[in-house]
């Protein structure tokens, strides 16, 4: 038995005193022999493992809690803690095992508080009835199974009295679920913003809530309930107390904090002091009835509206340091409670019979109903085993069962080695089975090419700032809504998810405001709204702000896309050009979001390169003609974006210019079918120029790639606006040598817009590259054009005074 086991059993240990601060080793002093020097390197070594192994597991998508619980397994005494005496008694001596739980349990107390700030209990209002159903069968179904085991168990079999006083826990503890176990599974898989994370999501906090009413409730009946008929019930009036304590005393502060926040758009420190005054008092309130310390700030938790700008600012303050260094001290407190060496096989065989039962359950209680709702069986699967998952809440409840004695060491650490192998198998089959991208190809053709000109089109952008707003309001005008061809227009605020647990998706309803609006996305709204009026008949705009992870982000725009058959999705370049040189650079994760939204998209997408250069210059609005260039070499994504050009051309103050590039050694009649759809859009061109005189049409001969780059460099500062197409021939004669990806500083933007947009580029004016919806027939033996990578990417010279409606 461990050291930190024997403290558990209140054994007693005599030690002499030490001061807190050793003098140093060159005064001859031990610092391993002082509880400050003791802590600290346990902190540092249990943090700096579990980022080793967790750097180490990520190729095979493991969570966190899996390389979490590995360190602690590592370091107890079943592996590092009987090995390594020396490594024992220095880093994990006897004297500080009541220094590390204090550390550990304060770890748990705020990541449980922060567990509650990010659930949203109004989501079981907003879930369907398939998910209420689902996750109340995961919480029944599952407990019925083991409960009835154990009684058949307990019946028919002669078992070890410590084991046959425990099978009823056993059975319990094997057949609960949690929401933030679930959330977190879906996270490090990234699948928080696809259609299984958000049944998952919903289903799991139904069950997690059953489960957790369970435990407190079975936890409150156990502690220190020892003979005494009044103790149980002044526990369940002081619980009484403390709710009321938190819903109606110190929930309305927290609102009240709420509202000052959003009407001065900042969060002071005192909201923050005076939160954190509320967890200790919570969690003092809660040890003194007799309950576990962390009861009381997690309902505290739930009590704090989750996401910005309080619940963003708490999980900011606390997040890295609670989850990163606090929280893996506590994996290794739980890991040194693991002794292999203990397990008897008659306890091993009846505590993996309930967790097979436990599993079986909730596969079933998920399966069979989505399969009844007609879900494909791979995604009813997958679904079964998410909602299976276990993690840190339930070594939590694991771990205070131990401390009251329900469970032993032995059936401790068979439950804990079956999570761990459980989670460890099942994570990486989610990931193999699971793809969630496959939902987003289409059959039908949603391009600007293939759009009818006399038909409504619709078209999304992205925005990451409110200073984005303006390029995109300019492209939209520029789009050119007319009463023959309106266009509905859907605008999407990215923002990342802090301070909440599942990604949401809000829609800004006109006449409809609330508190986030006001906070983070009233400019763009309101951006947008007027311009509208402006347009009124020709233009609808939808509003919505998604908050979600960027690594998921993508799952939210191409879902949306999907459902409103957008035709194009604009997304903003990470980097911004001013009109005074200087340049902007968005969040790193912007940049993949950007990639994955390319790669995944159902339609055609365009990224938008605003160097400012409409600012200053003539507007749409006026007289002079905004010119749009066109470099023209061939491909799917040249003709795109040579047909959104098409119909910027119908705006009576803009004017095109189309440059094609045609390699000398072309021949004058071609059976390529690629070559035929190219000649078939120009000539559309040349004939809508018929009548125009503004639109010029020229062909520019070159024998090689240098011939391609001096084009481009003689053109690249003739307009106000350049369109071009990513992906191109990697064989032909005009890109030769061009290095298709090694060479390029940004391998989105494809060769001609990599060009354009390169840092040592003196090009300065905007640039829109584009990229055709790509189909899965495509994606299949056709390596000849870059489809993996494809991008587009637009660059609007804009003018603020035009079309940037003033703020109020």
């Not at 699948?191 to 489960?211: I, Q």
């Amino acid at each position: 038995m461990s050291q930190i086991q024997a403290a558990f059993n209140g054994s007693w240990v005599c030690q002499s005193q030490n001061y807190a601060k050793t003098r140093g080793i060159f005064f001859g002093d031990n610092p391993f022999r002082h509880p400050k020097t003791v802590i600290l390197a346990q902190l540092s070594l249990a943090s700096l493992f579990t980022a080793f192994f967790q750097l180490l597991f990520n190729p095979l998508g493991e969570s966190g809690f899996f390389s979490q619980m590995i360190v602690g397994i590592l370091i107890g005494p079943s592996l590092l803690g009987s090995h390594l005496n020396s490594f024992r008694n220095a880093i994990f001596p006897l004297r500080s095992v009541y220094v590390s739980q204090t550390f550990s349990y304060i770890g748990c107390m705020f990541f449980l508080f922060l567990v509650g700030v990010r659930t949203d209990l109004s989501m079981i209002k907003k879930s369907g009835k398939k998910a209420v159903v689902i996750g109340f069968l995961t919480y029944v179904l599952p407990i019925c199974l083991n409960l009835i085991l154990a009684a058949i168990i307990n019946n028919k079999f002669d078992l070890e009295p410590t084991l046959k006083k425990s099978v009823f826990v056993i059975a319990g503890f094997q057949g609960i679920s949690s929401f933030h176990v679930v959330v977190c599974l879906l996270a490090d898989l990234k699948l928080l913003n696809s259609e299984l994370g958000r049944l998952a999501t919903s289903s799991s906090l139904v069950s997690g809530l059953c489960s957790w009413l369970s435990v407190v409730t079975c936890f409150t009946i156990n502690s220190n309930f020892q003979g005494k008929q009044d103790v149980l019930t002044y526990m369940n009036l002081s619980m009484g107390c403390l709710i009321i304590l938190i819903v109606y005393i110190l929930r309305p502060i927290i609102l009240w904090m709420v509202k000052r926040i959003t009407e001065e758009k900042s969060v002071k420190e005192d909201h923050i002091y005076a939160i954190f005054l509320m967890v200790l008092s919570c969690a003092f309130f809660s040890e003194v009835i007799g309950q576990q310390m962390m009861l009381g700030p997690m309902m505290l938790g739930l009590a704090v509206p989750d996401g910005p700008p309080l619940g963003s600012a708490l999980v900011a303050k606390l997040e890295s340091y609670v989850s990163s260094v606090l929280l893996p001290s506590y994996f290794v407190l739980s890991g040194s409670l693991v002794n292999i060496s203990s397990i008897q096989w008659d306890t091993l065989y009846v505590v993996e019979m309930f967790a097979l039962s436990g599993f079986a359950g909730k596969l079933l209680a998920t399966v069979v109903p989505s399969l009844y709702c007609k879900m494909p069986l791979n995604d009813a699967l997958c679904f079964g085993l998410v909602m299976s998952a276990q993690g840190i809440t339930d070594v939590l409840m694991l771990h205070h069962a131990f401390y009251l004695g329900l469970i032993n060491v032995d059936i401790y650490t068979i439950m804990s080695i079956s999570m761990v192998l459980i989670t460890g198998i099942m994570t990486p089959i989610i990931k193999l089975l699971y793809n969630p991208s496959e939902r987003y190809v289409s059959h039908l053709r949603r391009t600007l090419q293939h759009t009818r000109p006399d038909a409504e089109l619709r078209m999304m952008a992205c925005i990451y700032s409110e200073d984005q707003a303006p390029s995109i309001i300019n492209l939209l005008e520029l789009s050119n809504p007319t009463s023959i061809s309106p266009i509905c227009f859907y605008v999407v605020h990215l923002l990342e998810l802090t301070g909440r647990s599942a990604p949401v998706l809000l829609s800004h309803r006109p006449g409809k405001k609330n508190s986030f609006q006001a906070y983070y996305s009233e400019h763009i709204i309101n951006a947008f709204r007027m311009y509208e009026r402006q347009r009124r008949g020709f233009l609808v705009v939808n509003l919505f702000t998604a908050i979600s992870p960027y690594a998921t982000m993508h799952d939210e725009i191409c879902s949306l896309a999907m459902d409103k058959r957008v035709a194009m999705v604009i997304i903003p370049f990470h980097r911004h050009w001013a009109v005074h040189g200087g340049m902007d650079e968005l969040p790193r994760p912007v940049r993949s979001a950007n990639h994955n939204i390319l790669r995944s998209a159902p339609c055609s997408v365009g990224i938008l390169i605003d160097r400012g250069t409409f600012m200053g210059t003539s507007s749409l609005s006026s007289k002079s003609l905004y010119s749009i260039g066109v470099i023209f070499a061939e491909g799917p994504d040249d003709r795109e974006a040579l047909a959104y050009a098409l119909r910027m051309g119908d705006h009576p103050n803009v004017c095109i210019t189309v440059v094609q590039l045609i390699a000398n050694n072309k021949h004058k009649v071609s059976t390529n079918q690629s070559d035929h759809l190219d000649d078939q859009i120009i000539n559309e061109f040349k004939i809508t120029m018929v009548g125009k005189k503004h639109h010029t049409f020229r062909e520019e001969a070159v024998s090689d790639s240098v011939g391609t780059v001096a084009v481009i460099r003689s053109v690249e500062n003739c307009f106000h606006l350049i369109l071009v197409g990513r992906r191109h021939d990697k064989e032909s004669r005009l890109f030769l040598g061009l290095g298709l990806t090694e060479w390029n500083e940004f391998p989105e933007l494809g060769l001609i817009g990599d060009m354009l947009a390169s840092t040592d580029s003196n090009c300065h004016t905007s640039v829109l590259v584009v990229q055709q919806q790509t189909f899965a027939n495509e994606l299949i033996g056709k390596d000849k054009f870059l489809f993996k990578d494809s991008c587009v990417v637009l660059d609007i010279p804009q003018n603020s005074g035009k079309v940037w409606p003033e703020l109020k």
